[in-house]
């Protein structure tokens, strides 16, 4: 049973328009997401990530809205570069000092010139 | 060197080899993991250690064996593998204890196919 899931496999946007990218979660009991991208033949990097007590982080041109009564979570580019384009994963950390992450199947995006 | 390394980055062998994925990382995190990620489905937490002990196996077959000789060192040893354990295998490190939300820190991974 997925407990952090992302629904849409792919996204195409266009140079200069805002992404956004969307996550779902079922279980309440995550106090942390986070968001990471992942380049072909890459790691994944982390990019930016938010407490389950706020409901909005901003760095630069990302930002991420979570919203806890809907149990939803979506990052934001904006302007959106080409080389923006990678695979985004979402992840959410379990209260409790664990130290496991739950990842999403993540979304391919493509950020056209 | 920097960050997390893996090697080697491509894998092939054959259902009765015995082989082993070598993950090192420079970043003086206390805590190892091992994922597998395979084609259209999430990252998937394999093995977990903690200040060189295991924390967590998730349910992961024998034919997997994590070894951890330090902090900085871990391998995960193969053999009598199966065609389906074709993946990319990531290593992972984080501080624990520090952030709360654990940020992991991934090597370039490990694209492993069985034959």
Redesign the interface.
Known sequence: D?Q?KQNS?SLSVQEGRISILNCDYTNSMF??F?W?KKYP??????LI?I?SIKDKNEDGRFTVFLNKSAKHLSLHIVPSQPGDSAVY?CAA?PQGGS????????TKLTVNP | ETGVTQTPRHLVMGMTNKKSLKCEQHLGHNAMYWYKQSAKKPLELMFVYNFKEQTENNSVPSRFSPECPNSSHLFLHLHTLQPEDSALYLCASSLVGVSSYNEQFFGPGTRLTVL
């Open positions: 997925q952090v496999p106090d942390y986070l990471y033949a890459e790691g994944p990097t982390f990530s407490s994963f950390h130290e496991k992450l739950v990842f999403g199947k993540g």
